[in-house]
């Protein structure tokens, strides 16, 4: 069993920034990949950015440039840096993990994932 806990959300004012954090704790190795996801009222879950155990990254071009994915593995934990935070970026907020450890690559789709967090909600104001 894997427990993933999310904290940093909050509000904010555009142009500003937000660090995520993600506790993971159970039965997980270094080598899992993670990611964080997004998701705003009446939109579909998209993928923000994600990492692979040897530090390889992927994120979303809308992203790009403006947010950076990395992990502690002592701490078990994973980070979100949000910087030049929009509007548009205000939705709820999740990580997630492959347990299974099927995923050679960093990956955005979420259906790769087997196990999610609650999420922390982000609101960006204009």
């Known amino acids: 069993q894997v427990e993933l806990v999310e904290s940093g959300g909050g509000s904010v004012q555009a142009g500003g920034s937000l660090t995520l954090s993600c506790a993971a704790s159970g039965y997980i190795y270094s080598s899992n990949c993670m990611g964080w996801f997004r998701q705003a009222p009446g939109k579909e879950r998209e993928g923000v950015a994600s990492i692979r155990s040897d530090g390889e990254t992927s994120y979303a071009d809308f992203v790009k440039g403006r947010f950076a994915i990395s992990k502690d593995n002592a701490k078990s934990t994973l980070y979100l840096q949000m910087n030049s935070l929009k509007p548009d970026d205000t939705a709820m907020y999740y990580c997630?993990?492959?347990?299974?450890?099927?995923?050679?690559?960093?990956?955005?789709?979420?259906?790769?994932?087997?196990?999610w967090g609650q999420g922390t909600q982000v609101t960006v104001s204009s």
């Open positions: 997630a993990i492959d347990r299974a450890q099927r995923l050679k690559y960093p990956s955005l789709e979420s259906f790769h994932y087997t196990d």
